[in-house]
């Protein structure tokens, strides 16, 4: 089975920093994916990482460590429309996607 | 748009009722998923289909039934929900075999209230 841990809520300030973290205990592992969800909207992808490390994407960066089940989403610059719920999923095999319970983070002026 | 469509986005039915969700996809993917999303809980994986076989369901009630009639269409037949069913129904796709870049694609949700 799969158990994913991520924070309830996040507020920060316009223009500032704001690390996601999620921690997971997996059967199997083959990735692990951020998802930004608006209100009412789908969820879409921002981040992928299967190997350790840093991957960049503009103002999202994601990081991984698969010794320490470890990940984290950090959000640079922020932005009022960066407001939304960001959801950790880490893969299991070919398809199975296992989800955390999302991260809302709310971005105030 | 995502690539993934979903229709209704809005849906409210008796406990009685029976109705179908639709989900289609125009992505080329040849897997398509089925998931819950309750308020302040994880998206729960409902069913999964691979080339029109599915290939998980993970106790799901058996007043969902999913239908798969070709790998770019998916229904959710739904009868006697109870009101514990209502819910955000999302549809995804994705590639099989996954390999880097091989992300699921969301719809935007079916949102089901059961009165």
């Known amino acids: 089975g799969q158990n994913i841990d991520q924070p309830t809520e996040m507020t920060a300030t316009e223009g500032a920093i704001v690390q996601i973290n999620c921690t997971y205990q997996?059967?199997?592992?083959?990735?692990l994916f951020w998802y930004q969800q608006h209100a009412g909207e789908a969820p879409t992808f921002l981040s992928y990482n299967v190997l350790d490390g840093l991957e960049e994407k503009g103002r999202f960066s994601s990081f991984l460590s698969r010794s320490k089940g470890y990940s984290y989403l950090l959000l640079k610059e922020l932005q009022m429309k960066d407001s939304a719920s960001y959801l950790c999923a880490v893969r299991d095999g070919d398809y199975k996607l296992s989800f955390g319970a999302g991260t809302t983070v709310t971005v105030r002026a | 748009e995502t690539g993934v469509t979903q229709t209704p986005r809005h849906l409210v039915m008796g406990m009685t009722n029976k109705k179908s969700l639709k989900c289609e996809q125009h992505?080329?993917?040849?897997?398509m998923y089925w998931y819950k999303q309750s308020a302040k809980k994880p998206l729960e994986l409902m069913f999964v289909?691979?080339?029109?076989?599915?290939?998980e369901n993970n106790s799901v009630p058996s007043r969902f039934s999913p239908e798969c009639p070709n790998s770019s269409h998916l229904f959710l037949h739904l009868h006697t929900l109870q009101p514990e069913d209502s819910a955000l129904y999302l549809c995804?796709?994705?590639?099989?075999?996954?390999?880097?870049?091989?992300?699921?694609?969301f719809g935007q949700g079916t949102r089901l209230t059961v009165v």
């Open positions: 992505l080329g993917h040849n897997a």
């Open positions: 995804a796709s994705s590639l099989i075999p996954a390999s880097e870049g091989t992300e699921a694609f």
């Open positions: 997996t059967s199997g592992f083959n990735g």
């Open positions: 289909y691979n080339f029109k076989e599915q290939t």
